[in-house]
Nanobody, 123 residues
Framework: QVQLQESGPGLVKPSQTLSLTCTVS??????????YSWVRQPPGKGLEWMGA???????FYNPSLKSRTSISRDTSKNHITLQLTSVTPEDTAVYYC???????????????WGQGTQVTVSS
């Protein structure tokens, strides 16, 4: 069974780059699921799918975030990395990684999700 764990700084300054790592255990990121996604939830708002990386390395992004978002992988470390550039306080949210076999927002009840990590953008 695949388990996911997000890690990274909890506080980022405006205009800087947010960088988070999703560590995958219990399986390989290249064999167990087709997609690994990043999802975020600002306070008081719903889940927002940010993008995903296919097991081949191809990436897909939410058009509203595409210009600032980069998802990559390190297969030797079983890591999925998120980078979000030029952050503002509007990027404050809980950030999740999740796995699925369909492109788009993973199923919160049936697909593997990490616990989520709080990221605050503030000076």
């Amino acid at each position: 069974q695949v388990q996911l764990q997000e890690s990274g700084p909890g506080l980022v300054k405006p205009s800087q780059t947010l960088s988070l790592t999703c560590t995958v255990s219990g399986g390989s990121i290249t064999t167990n699921y087709y997609y690994y996604s990043w999802v975020r939830q600002p306070p008081g708002k719903g889940l927002e799918w940010m993008g995903a990386i296919h097991y081949t390395g191809a990436t897909f992004y939410n058009p509203s975030l595409k210009s600032r978002t980069s998802i990559s992988r390190d297969t030797s470390k079983n890591h999925i990395t998120l980078q979000l550039t030029s952050v503002t306080p509007e990027d404050t949210a809980v950030y999740y990684c999740a796995a699925s076999n369909n492109l788009g927002l993973p199923d919160r009840e049936k697909d593997p999700w990490g616990q989520g990590t709080q990221v605050t953008v503030s000076s």
